[in-house]
């Protein structure tokens, strides 16, 4: 018998628990490695695995495809429909994986080539590089099976299947780097884990629908499924990883590894925050799939958007206040003294794209991923621009500037899809879930940077006092704000009572597997 699907705040608190383990394990991995195999070698590392982020617009809009139809299908009882768009899915996702190992393996001298390195160094790079593409493969060909626990709005099983993949890559790392071994190594061992992982995605995928056909399937309602929705979230991910990436190539093409890394180390801190963020937010799609009610569909847009925009605020003010001190205590003085700025400028930048997630889902559950295609190209334009005409004249902080101006388009978006999507004339109650937060947010991390700036070098124990209070009085001012603007504060009551209702569910949870049986 299949399993039933988990409430929504449930669904968000196992979603935000896996975010939460993976910023832990990354924290504390990421000046080990560094300090292991250096500046240079780790800001290549992380060249490498951009390539293959570029890249990875060839599966994500499969496995998107897969997880809303998969959903939809699932909702009506209709198995069939289920093996159709899986099947399609998964032999589309073996041809383009045989077609981007080739790729790979032929184009690798090429890539390396266009990277500022000496001439050793992109031999080295040719070949790790070959070894990334086998990783990237392999994620593309079972892509499918990782979507059907979400799928099935079982957060919880995903979080723990992805837990236990990525602790053991971390241990294996440790392992790895700690008996001398380098670079070249770590790559294999990308390799090794992510088939381990594959495997595991099978298992659970087969557990979850027993009646689920692991054989690739060709049907042309099933690839009319999947291309007429993937085809948009292919554009979309082509799109985010122009946005996301095209600053490291940039820097790596006019000034060398060690700026990626500089940049790469804050930007992979704050976007880990992100993760939290968006976790939250992630679980809406099929929410917004199954939704027939417009009225419903509304309200769960404004709360929604309060919510995790007031989140993003929450997480990114008291960020942007302790991200120097957190560098220098966390990788290094040097490090910090060319990475602060950037990561000032990305954190502060983020507090207005945490929203983002809630558009974003109610388009692909609405059946418009062209709405998210056309917001991502608009984004990545900008981006590009940017970069391009910043970077030369200010370097690193160049790019900051560029994250800066391109978060003002969630706003935007988040206005322009209560209006035109779903309908609604008035704008004020999107402005009040989005703009409000954001505004108050802004004045809060203007007031604490102020502050800041009076205060010495902190340790460990101060920076986390520091973290504290600027988080307590940002979630203050959120909540003033939101009773000022609103005159009943009804966001942050729903919310409280949420929180209140997620942890009485986990209370009885927890006593019903302790009480005895009879």
Not at 96 to 125: C, H, N, Q, T, Y
Not at 188 to 216: H, Y
Not at 226 to 237: A, D, E, M, P, W
Not at 265 to 282: C, E, I, T, Y
Request: charged residues 10%; positive net charge; proline residues 3%.
């Amino acid at each position: 018998m299949r399993l039933r699907p988990k409430p929504l705040m449930t669904n968000v608190a196992w979603s935000l628990s896996l975010t939460t383990s993976s910023a832990v394990v990354t924290f504390l991995l990421t000046p080990f490695v560094i300090s292991r195999i250096g500046t240079e070698a780790y800001g290549l590392y992380v060249l490498l695995i951009s390539v293959t982020g570029l890249l990875g617009f060839m599966g994500y809009g499969l496995g998107e495809a897969v997880l809303r139809n998969v959903a939809h299908d699932l909702g009506r009882g209709d198995i069939a429909g289920v093996n159709r768009v899986f099947g399609t899915g998964f032999s589309v996702s073996l041809g383009l994986a045989a077609v981007a190992l080739s790729g790979f393996f032929l184009g690798a001298p090429l890539i390396a080539s266009l990277l500022k390195l000496p001439a050793v160094e992109r031999d080295l790079a040719a070949g790790l590089l070959r070894w990334t593409g086998l990783t990237f493969a392999v994620n593309l060909a079972g892509g499918g099976f990782s979507s059907i626990p979400q799928a099935l709005q079982r957060y919880d099983i995903r979080t723990k299947a992805i837990l236990v993949q990525s602790l053991f890559q971390a241990c294996g790392t440790i392992v790895l780097l700690w008996c001398g071994y380098g670079l070249y190594e770590l790559v294999i061992w990308l390799v090794a884990s992510t088939v381990l992982a594959q495997v595991l995605n099978v298992a659970v995928a087969k557990a979850l629908i027993g009646e689920l056909r692991f054989r690739p399937a060709f049907s042309r309602r099933g690839f009319g499924e999947v291309f007429g929705y993937s085809v948009f979230s292919i554009l979309t991910y082509a799109f985010g990883t122009l946005w996301f990436y095209g600053d490291r190539f940039i820097l790596g093409a006019s000034v060398g590894a060690a700026a990626v890394a500089y940049l790469a180390v804050p930007h992979m801190l704050v976007f880990r925050a992100m993760d939290f963020v968006s976790s939250a937010g992630n679980v809406l799609l099929p929410r917004f799939s199954t939704m027939t009610d417009d009225g419903q569909r509304r309200r769960l847009y404004l709360q929604a958007s309060w919510a995790v925009t007031a989140c993003s605020v929450m997480v990114f003010v008291p960020l942007t206040v302790i991200l120097p001190g957190l560098l220098r205590l966390w990788v290094g003085e040097e490090f910090a003294a060319e990475g602060a700025v950037i990561g000032q400028l990305i954190a502060a930048s983020s507090i207005v794209r945490g929203g983002a997630v809630v558009y974003q889902g109610l388009f692909n559950g609405l059946g418009k991923p062209q709405l998210v295609s056309a917001v991502m190209f608009t984004s990545a334009s900008l981006s590009l621009l940017t970069n391009v005409l910043l970077i030369p004249r200010y370097g690193l902080a160049g790019a900051g500037y560029s994250y800066c101006l391109t978060g003002l388009i969630a706003l935007a978006t988040a206005v322009v899809a209560w209006r035109w999507v779903l309908k609604e004339r008035s704008i004020l109650p999107v402005l009040g879930s989005t703009v409000a937060p954001v505004s108050t947010g802004a004045v809060c991390l203007g007031a604490l940077l102020v502050v800041r700036s009076t205060l010495p070098q902190p340790g460990w124990v101060s920076l986390g006092a520091l973290g504290i209070s600027a988080w307590v009085v940002t979630v203050a001012g959120l909540l003033v704000s939101d009773r000022i603007l609103l005159g009943d504060g009804r966001h942050g009551r729903l919310v409280i009572a949420r929180a209140q209702g997620l942890l009485s569910e986990f209370r009885a949870a927890w006593w019903a597997k302790g009480a005895p049986a009879g």
